[in-house]
């Protein structure tokens, strides 16, 4: 996979380089900005670009934009925003335009080799990633009376949370020892006790359980 | 107003007796002795002490006395002959002598002196030796003060008299001239009427005496037409006498306005009635930094000589205490200011001493909101440089470290020591992150209180409901104030109230931020609050806003933030 990262601070910059080419990915170049990112995909034309949220000119949210921007102007790369904080917000706020081949991570989380292969590997194959401390955040959040979600079991909710990061059946079977049915049980009991539609559909039903949760 | 009838009745018997022998009395000729009489005598009504209307009275009799010179009867021919010219004697006094009414220098008084000898002096010396007959004319009464007849004195003080006349009028006219050439503007605006209708008279009567026109009967235009300018000077002193008397009704009305203690007094707009300028604004010294304030301790810069406001100091033993901000149009009318000044002094100082404590009150706040901005942004800068450095540093290391264990063969002896030290960077990393949102969420810089907002609600340990209406980014200050306040309340509220739920609330009323923290739980917060709470307090303040508590027990805690935006 070609991957290109967008990072103002060289250090990290290289640093995600280095284990990219351990992780066993084509780095295709490196951009400290939003508009070296742009030219950078648009000569490059790049499986995924990793995207720093806090970019120059003024080191708010502009990885966000530029990930915005990528998803119109070139819709088949996928995009992995990193950030440094754990925003529900921005990761809904990314998803909202589409789940499919988008990611939001913890910057230090790509410091695990294997995480930052999975994740760019899903993110390319054209799934999405939620960071799990932002996943965390919306399932853990404190519910008033009586909420559905206070009505699934401790299985069923470490279930509905790595579906929620966009991991698929066979990935959440493989983290949980049991069985890709045992987890299509879990999930056919979550979706019924949410009153949720089900889906079988793994890109889709991440924003409608991410949306859930947000809503809730 | 006895003094009036008196002499209005005085006016119509020697109309009478004038009019009677002979029908020559022109309009004009009434006109003129009217007009000094009658405004002598309003004048002696207005001010008693001004020795002007005397001289204008008398000014107006003596014209009337040199119109009996047309008189058949011998006794009334003979006080004609002797108040020939004399008016133009008191019409110099009249004229030189205004506005107070006293000859104020020697010269002046040489002049005046030099007038009434030559006028009425030399005049009556003449008639001694004067054979109205011989010189005169034929059809003439007697002079009745005729001693002896000698042609050639009567004919030589006659000569005399000529001479005499034009050198004092020229006098007169070079005083007039020296006064003009020395008062300042507001005083030229009051005097010009009087001293140029006086001047243009006197000039006239120096090219009359000298040519010998007073001795013709009154026939030519141009001696008409210098009537009435000559009728109009005391109307001229007149008005100017009832225009001071206006300003000093108000300058009274203004006395009893500022005494009154039951009434609070808007002192500007009394300032503006008693000074008929509805425009006039007041600054006030501010000692500390040699400027001027306004009435509420704001900033205020006097306007510029020659600029469209005038501005007139105020001093009190010296010192200046106030500046009155006005219409050009009342520099001409100096005096008026002065009295209203003087009257309105010791308010003025009261009022001056409340605006130092306002300009005070003023810094302070604004050395206060500097203190608390200078905080924020030392906050801000800490918070970038712990992202832009520490973060980035050890998020590069454990970057190194990820590298270095995947590198690893998996049975290495190290490997377990370089995961548990990886690991162990990134819950550094997560305290990091805690410590720096607690110095400054960058939330608030990125997106603003209603996403700061938003987050600190998902992070609620406590059911957090969010209702933000603004419309618009605030300023900085108020952002974060308004965060922390809003923060430090959900804290207290998860920490202490035993609320299940919390409502967070939002909105901007008339330019004023109104932000609230509702819990239902027990209530019975204190009123001082934790030292977070006072913190808080302080840095709102520091804001010029406001923050309430409301905790009745058992029914929930309100704690309310008001925040002016403009």
């Not at chain 2, 009427?193 to 000039?203: F, I, N, Q």
């Not at chain 2, 225009?243 to 503006?272: I, K, N, S, Y």
């Not at chain 2, 010029?544 to 409301?550: I, N, Q």
């Amino acid at each position: 996979m070609r991957v290109v990262v967008a990072d103002d601070a060289a250090l990290l910059r290289e640093g995600l380089a280095r284990l990219l080419v351990e992780a066993g990915f084509e780095v295709a170049g490196l951009a400290a900005d939003a508009e070296e990112l742009f030219a950078l995909v648009e000569r490059c034309q790049p499986d995924v670009a990793i995207v720093d949220i806090r970019m120059p000119p003024s080191f708010t949210d502009e990885g966000l934009q530029a990930a915005k921007e990528i998803r119109v102007r070139w819709p088949d790369v996928g995009i992995l925003v990193l950030s440094q904080h754990v925003r529900a917000s921005y990761a809904l706020e990314l998803l909202s335009d589409g789940t499919d081949g988008i990611g939001y991570l913890l910057k230090e989380r790509v410091s695990d080799v294997e995480e930052l292969r999975a994740g760019v590997e899903r993110v390319g194959k054209g799934d999405s990633v939620l960071d799990p401390l932002v996943v965390e955040q919306l399932v853990g959040r404190p519910r008033r009376g009586n909420a559905p979600l206070d009505h699934l079991t401790e299985r069923e909710r470490e279930v509905l949370a790595l579906m929620a990061e966009g991991r698929s059946n066979k990935a959440i079977a493989e983290r949980l020892f049991v069985t890709e049915h045992t987890v299509e049980k879990h999930l056919k009991n979550i979706f019924g006790t949410l009153r949720l539609p089900p889906s079988t559909d793994d890109h889709r039903r991440v924003l409608a359980v991410v949306t859930y949760l947000d809503s809730q | 107003m006895a003094g009036l009838a008196a002499g209005l009745g005085v006016i119509w018997l020697i109309g009478n007796k004038t009019a009677g022998p002979d029908e020559l009395s022109s309009p004009q000729d009434w006109l003129l002795g009217w007009s000094f009489i009658g405004s002598g005598l309003v004048a002696l009504h207005i001010r008693p002490q001004n020795r002007l209307g005397w001289a204008m009275v008398f000014t107006g009799f003596a014209w009337f006395g040199s119109i009996l010179l047309v008189a058949h009867d011998a006794p009334l021919f003979t006080v004609g002959a002797v108040l020939q010219v004399a008016y133009i004697a008191g019409f110099a006094y009249v004229v030189v002598a205004f506005p107070s009414g006293r000859l104020q220098s020697t010269a002046e008084r040489l002049v005046i002196g030099g007038a009434l000898v030559v006028a009425v002096g030399v005049q009556f010396a003449a008639l001694l030796f004067t054979d109205t007959h011989a010189i005169w004319c034929t059809e003439c009464p007697d002079n009745l003060l005729e001693v002896t007849r000698n042609d050639t004195i009567a004919l030589d003080l006659r000569e005399f008299q000529r001479g005499a006349g034009v050198v004092v009028i020229v006098a007169a006219i070079a005083l007039l001239a020296l006064r003009w050439w020395r008062a300042s503007g507001a005083m030229r605006r009051t005097i010009a009427p009087v001293l140029w209708t006086g001047g243009a008279t006197l000039v006239f009567a120096a090219f009359a005496v000298a040519n010998e026109v007073l001795y013709k009967p009154l026939g030519p235009e141009p001696l008409r037409l210098m009537l009435f300018v000559i009728s109009a000077v005391p109307v001229a002193i007149l008005f100017a006498f009832l225009q001071r008397r206006m300003a000093r009704g108000a300058v009274a009305g203004l006395v009893v306005e500022l005494g009154d203690p039951t009434a609070p007094v808007d002192l500007r707009q009394a300032l503006a009635r008693a000074l008929g300028d509805p425009s006039l604004e007041l600054a006030y010294w501010y000692p500390a930094e040699s400027r001027y304030v306004d009435g509420q301790g704001g900033p205020v810069a006097l306007p510029e000589a020659d600029g469209p406001r005038l501005a007139t100091v105020v001093e009190r033993n010296g010192q200046p205490i106030a500046a009155l901000i006005h219409d050009p149009a009342l520099q001409h009318n100096s005096e008026l200011v002065d009295s209203v000044c003087a009257a309105a002094g010791l308010t003025l100082e009261n009022e001056r001493l409340q605006a130092e404590l306002r300009a005070r009150l003023a810094e302070l706040q604004a050395s206060r909101a500097r203190l608390v901005e200078a905080t924020e942004t030392e906050r801000r800068r800490i918070e970038r440089d712990l992202h832009d450095g520490t973060q980035q540093r050890l998020v590069s290391v454990a970057m190194s470290l990820g590298l270095a264990e995947s590198k690893l063969p998996a049975d290495a002896e190290v490997a377990p020591l370089v995961h548990e030290a990886r690991e162990a960077l990134t819950v550094a990393l997560a305290e990091l992150r805690e410590l720096s949102q607690g110095i400054h969420p960058s939330i608030l810089t990125e997106r603003g209180l209603p996403a700061a907002l938003d987050d600190l609600c998902r992070r609620a340990a406590l059911p957090a409901s969010l209702d933000v209406s603004l419309d618009r980014r605030l300023p900085t200050q108020v952002e974060t104030a308004a965060y922390f306040v809003v923060s430090e309340a959900v804290a207290n509220a998860i920490k202490h109230s035993h609320a299940t739920e919390l409502w967070i609330r939002a909105s901007i009323r008339s330019g004023v931020l109104v932000a609230e923290v509702v819990d239902d739980g027990i209530g019975g917060a204190g009123g001082g609050g934790g030292t977070g709470l006072r913190g808080m307090t302080d840095r709102v303040e520091a804001l010029g806003g406001s923050l309430t508590v409301s905790s009745p027990p058992g029914r929930g805690t309100t704690l309310r933030v008001e925040i002016p935006c403009e």
